[in-house]
């Protein structure tokens, strides 16, 4: 029971560079998200999905698209990576209820 | 909106002793949870406690306890006991019930010390 796993863990992208950030669950949970985790700035939220075929912006969405085309998958994608898009990436999903999130291993991106 | 707020970056503590951290939030909502997880070095994001805001009594699991004061709005975690294992960045989040999106306060690294 593998619960969130995020693809890559670790990369590296030059300036302009587009990546998808791989995301999947396999506990048939609704509702996915995406987190961003910055020194001294907690996880900020960039974009979630309430269910499959729906997704809507958190709060630092710029310079980031999303896909939400199954129930299982929520992919991340930086068209055209810059800078100040280095980061560590967290995937969540929501727990049945108000029980809180899982997530993801994460994915530290730095571009350079 | 609401903001989560963690007003002490770091912290230190002496293995057995106990440690709190503290944690206050803003919101409107009469209805709300709140959470503290715990990201040690591995990176990997871990529950630690669950609070819900309608229940008084203060939420306990094993050496981690909360103090829930929700007329202050605050929500400070105490471990007990510190273990070395406890070393870790702790981050207290709040739940809103409307989107169930959970907003992060900026966490509160903890070293502990032999």
């Known amino acids: 029971n593998a619960g969130v796993t995020q693809t890559p863990k670790f990369q590296v992208l030059k300036t302009g560079q587009s990546m998808t950030l791989q995301c999947a669950q396999d506990m048939n949970h609704n509702s996915m998200y995406w987190y961003r985790q910055d020194p001294g700035m907690g996880l900020r939220l960039i974009y979630y999905?309430?269910?499959?075929?729906?997704?809507d912006k958190g709060e630092v969405p710029n310079g980031y698209n999303v896909s939400r085309l199954n129930k299982r998958e929520f992919s991340l994608r930086l068209e055209s990576a810059a800078p100040s898009q280095t980061s560590v990436y967290f995937c969540?999903?929501?727990?049945?209820?108000?029980?809180?999130?899982?997530f993801g291993s994460g994915t530290r991106l730095t571009v350079v | 909106a609401q903001t989560v707020t963690q007003s002490q970056p770091e912290m230190s503590v002496q293995e057995a002793e106990t440690v709190t951290l503290s944690c206050t939030y803003d919101?409107?909502?009469?209805?709300?949870?709140l959470f503290w997880y715990k990201q040690p070095p591995s990176r990997q994001m871990i529950l630690v406690i669950r609070q819900e805001a309608y229940k008084q009594q203060n939420a306990t699991e094993n050496r981690f306890s909360v103090n829930f004061q929700k007329a202050a709005k605050s929500f400070s975690l105490k471990i007990s006991d510190s273990q070395l294992g406890d070393t870790a960045m702790y981050f207290c989040a709040f739940m809103e019930t409307n989107t169930d999106k959970l907003i992060f306060g900026t966490g509160t690294r903890l070293q502990v010390f032999p």
């Open positions: 999905s309430a269910s499959e075929g729906t997704t």
């Open positions: 919101t409107s909502e009469s209805n709300y949870y």
């Open positions: 969540a999903t929501k727990l049945t209820g108000t029980k809180g999130y899982t």
